[in-house]
């Protein structure tokens, strides 16, 4: 098996003079849980097709699962699992005859679609019309198919969007489930908070471009974003403490028994050995790192794809 | 091969489903019935039995109905899966896009073949059973059949290349509709016209069949009503066609072209489509 199951160099798709995806450049190493995270219209799901073979580039190179997956031979589709974003069924299938018909496509014994429909939690809903389905249901009748015969590769397009927290966090499981099988997957969605701990690494698209990619701790370091020191302060005292902590940072609140003061990571243990000087006055402190809202915030808003 | 079954299957099992291959049969076998039954009182001095009398109505009667059926079946198959994204995912499985259209077809096909076999069967093996004409003329009823099914897969294709075509549903709708009137009803019409204007007879008899070899439903037509003698007799077109000298070879061969080339224009559009 290669060691890169996705290698994107240099890829463009134009469509008419729009480019949708400009110049972009992504490899996932073999069993890595990679997150896009993109607004609406960043080009996610353009370069899920790409490399899926059903668009083609108008300039670069993608392999996936070592080769081109525009002229890949059917039987490397055998290895890929796909979720759609808003995934359509015919609607006038049972549950269990929909992932039948994908089940032999894929040449996969039917009887191994019992246990998947078992794992998605739709059991008791297998036998009615996928018509009657709520988006929650279809979306994990999609996830069933997604997962048949065991794909060395799924792509997930924003796989939990519509459904609500419960639903999300099962969906995650799910695929956390997978992953530790040695799925490699590639997954999008437009919230950070939401795979704050389902990801690997983290790419960010913006107009089409990969503005950043990491890990998480790696984008918020990169992102240099202030930190939050929150300090209550024994009565009386406030005043004259915001006073002498002005210099090291940005106050941003100050009442009779507290202090915001914010400052950028890298001069914090500074901050922190000025602040253990102060000795009992101050009687607590909390650290607040950057909320993972403002890390993506920062890229979107700083950083233009060159 | 397995890929085009599995899709053929599931065009065809969709199609019990959605009640589409119960109400082709019910159409095709409550007129074929009626036009049997009726037609078989006044064969009178003419001496034809039931199934050769109504192979005549029942070519008149096929040749609105059936491209009708094959386009409702077809204008759908590709623009329809396009709009709801079933396409989509579907492409992502180890499926081809030229195996997507022949298993398409297959299971239109498959749909058309039952409705015709037991509609204009079933209505066959009833008058046989109750009237005492016996079963003469069963071939020319069993070639009527046969080429019914060939006019139903060209009006099959002819609708895949309009669904492969257009953007949305209802154009693709619009469309088979224009088709529909085009080969099944206008230009018989204003062949017909020609005729009628055509006071001094300028336009010979050879132009005039070549002109209706051009329209399939007009191929149809002369495959059925000019190839066995006694069906030739009861028609009545004599002036026309049953002078007609094409041989059925020519007749099936442009029938058959009539589904591949369109077949082959669908695949070779919709393998440059992207997604």
Known sequence: ?306 | MRAIAILAMNEFLDGLRNRWVAAAIILLGATALALMLVGSAPTGTIRAGALDVSVVSLTSLSVYLLPLIALLLSFDALVGEFERGTMLLLLTYPVARWQVVMGKFFGHMMILLTAVAVGYGGAAVITVLFTDNGIEGWQAYATMMGSSLLLGAVFVALGYLVSVLVRERSTAAGAAIVLWLIFVVLYDLALLGLLLADHEQKIGQALFSGLMLISPSDTYRLLNLTTFDTVGQVAGIAGVAARSDFSVPLLLGLLTSWVVLPLAATMTVFHRREL
């Open chain 1, 1 to 306: 098996m290669a060691d890169k199951a996705i290698e994107v160099t240099g890829v463009v798709k134009r469509y008419g003079d729009k480019t949708v995806v400009s110049d972009v450049d992504l490899s996932v190493r073999s069993g890595e849980r990679m997150v896009l995270i993109g607004h609406n219209g960043a080009g996610k799901t353009t370069l899920m097709k790409l490399m899926l073979g059903l668009t083609h580039p108008s300039a670069g190179q993608l392999r996936v699962l070592g080769s081109n997956p525009a002229t890949a031979a059917a039987a490397q589709r055998r290895a890929i699992g796909y979720l759609p974003e808003s995934v359509a069924f015919h609607s006038a299938m049972k549950g269990r005859e929909v992932l039948a018909f994908y089940a032999r496509l894929k040449g996969v014994a039917v009887a191994k679609c019992q246990p998947i429909l078992a794992q998605v939690g739709l059991e008791q809903a297998a036998d009615r019309r996928v018509s009657t389905y709520s988006k929650g249901m279809r979306q994990r009748l999609g996830l069933a198919q997604a997962m048949l015969g065991n794909p060395q590769l799924l792509f997930l397009d924003e796989p939990t969007s519509g459904l609500d927290p419960t639903l999300r966090r099962q969906f995650y499981d799910l695929i956390d489930t997978l992953s530790l099988s040695g799925t490699t997957s590639l997954t999008s969605s437009h919230s950070l908070n939401e795979v704050e701990a389902r990801a690997d690494r983290i790419a960010i698209m913006k107009n089409g471009a990969i503005v950043a990619c990491g890990t998480l701790s790696e984008l918020s370091h990169q992102a240099s974003l202030p930190i939050v020191v929150r300090l209550r302060v024994m009565a009386g005292h406030t005043a004259s403490i915001a006073e002498r902590l002005a210099p090291m940072g940005e106050i941003q609140r100050v009442n009779d028994h507290g202090i915001d003061l914010s400052c950028l990571g890298t001069s914090r243990m500074v901050l922190f050995r000025h602040i253990a000087g102060f000795g009992d006055v101050i009687e607590d402190m909390d650290v607040i790192p950057p909320r993972l809202d403002d890390i993506y915030n920062y890229y979107m808003e700083h950083v233009q794809p060159q």
